[in-house]
C-alpha cells in the first residue's frame, strides 16, 4: 500500500482505534488509519499478531486492509476484524496521510479491501447518515449505484466488446467532446470504478485515436460514462467522459498529489503516445 506523512501514533489505551477513526471522518481526513497489536498466551491461547488498516477518502471510509493471524483480510472480513478491535487498548493506532490520488491507487491495486456504504464498520463510525464530499461546483457527473463488493474481480465480456472496439472507423462518427477544466471528483471517479466493465486495453495509441474508440463506446447506446486509463510520460492519465452530456474530463497525476486537468491536460496528451491504455464503461 501507499505511502504518506505520519500525522500521529500513539498507544491505544490512550486513544482507542474506533476513536480516531470517527475523529479523522469528522475532519474530512484523507489518508491511512492502521491498528497494529500482538496477542500473547491469555488471547485464544496464543500469540496472535493484527495489523489492520482503513482508508479514508474526504472523510469517507472506502476500505480495509490488513492481516490477522498470518492471514489477510480485505473489505468485509476486515471491517468485522476491525470491528472486534475499535475499542481494544492493548495495542497502537498510526495515522498516515495519504494523497488522493494514493488512496484510489491502493483501492486499485487491491479491489477487494473496498468497502460498500452500508458495511457496518462504515454504519458503525459514521451512524445511519454517511458523511460524503460536496458535489464540484459547476454541473457534477452523477455516478451510478454502488454495488459490493464482490468475492472475484468482475468478468470482462471480452467477445462482444472485442467486436464493438474492431467495428471500422468509418462507420463510427467521431464523437465532438467538450473538454472541460475541472478535475476529476476522486469520489465519483472511485464509484465510477468500482461499477465499470472493462471494454478494452489498448498498448499505445494517441488522443485522437483513443477518443474515436470512446465514439465506438458511446454509439452503442448502452454507457452512460466512459473511463479511460493510461500513462503519458510516466505520468497516469485519467479520462472521464460524461455521455449524456459530451463532456471529458481529463486529468493528468502529479508528484506531491497535484494533478493538471482540464484543456491543459489536453495539451500534453494531444500530440502525446499514450501507453498502458484501459476503457471502462458503465
Known amino acids: 500500500m501507499s505511502s504518506g506523512k505520519v500525522v500521529e501514533a500513539h498507544d491505544a489505551s490512550r486513544k482507542k482505534f474506533g476513536e480516531v477513526i470517527a475523529e479523522y471522518v469528522k475532519k474530512g481526513f484523507t489518508g491511512r488509519i492502521t491498528f497494529r497489536t500482538e496477542y500473547g498466551m491469555g488471547y485464544v491461547g496464543r500469540t496472535r499478531s493484527v495489523s489492520i488498516s482503513v482508508e479514508l477518502l474526504r472523510g469517507s471510509i472506502i476500505a480495509c486492509r490488513g492481516i490477522e493471524g498470518g492471514n489477510i483480510v480485505e473489505g468485509a472480513d476486515c471491517s468485522a476484524s476491525a470491528l472486534k478491535h475499535l475499542y481494544a487498548s492493548v495495542g497502537t493506532v498510526e495515522v498516515v496521510e495519504l494523497s488522493e490520488d494514493n ?9 477487494h479491501a473496498a468497502l460498500a456504504t452500508d458495511d457496518k464498520l462504515v ?8 458523511i460524503m464530499p460536496a458535489p464540484p461546483q459547476q454541473a457534477p457527473i452523477t455516478p451510478p449505484s454502488i454495488p459490493k463488493p464482490v468475492e472475484s474481480p468482475p468478468k470482462i465480456e471480452a467477445k462482444p466488446v472485442a467486436q464493438q472496439l ?11 467532446l467538450s473538454v472541460t ?10 464509484m465510477v470504478i468500482r461499477s465499470s466493465t472493462l471494454l478494452g486495453t489498448l498498448s499505445e495509441s494517441t488522443y485522437s485515436d483513443v477518443v474515436k474508440k470512446i465514439s465506438e463506446a458511446i454509439s452503442t447506446g448502452k454507457n452512460k460514462l466512459i473511463y ?28 506531491g498529489g497535484s494533478s ?4 491543459e491536460a489536453l495539451k500534453h496528451v494531444k500530440d502525446s503516445k499514450l501507453s498502458k491504455i484501459k476503457l471502462w464503461s458503465s
Do not use: H, W
Not at 474492431?166 to 465532438?176: F, H, L, N, R
Not at 477544466?181 to 472511485?190: Q, R, V
Not at 500513462?231 to 452530456?245: E, G, I, K, Q, Y
Not at 493538471?260 to 484543456?263: D, K, M, V, Y
Open 181 to 190: 477544466d475541472e478535475c476529476i471528483d476522486p469520489l465519483t471517479l472511485y
Open 228 to 255: 479511460v486509463s493510461a500513462t503519458v510520460d510516466n505520468r497516469d492519465v485519467r479520462m472521464l467522459v460524461d455521455v449524456s452530456t459530451k463532456k471529458i474530463y481529463i486529468e493528468i497525476g502529479g508528484s
Open 166 to 176: 474492431q467495428k471500422p472507423v468509418e462507420e463510427v462518427k467521431v464523437e465532438e
Open 260 to 263: 493538471i486537468c482540464g484543456s
Open 123 to 130: 454504519t458503525t463510525i459514521t451512524g445511519a447518515a454517511i
Open 103 to 111: 488512496v484510489l491507487l491502493d483501492v486499485l491495486t487491491f479491489p
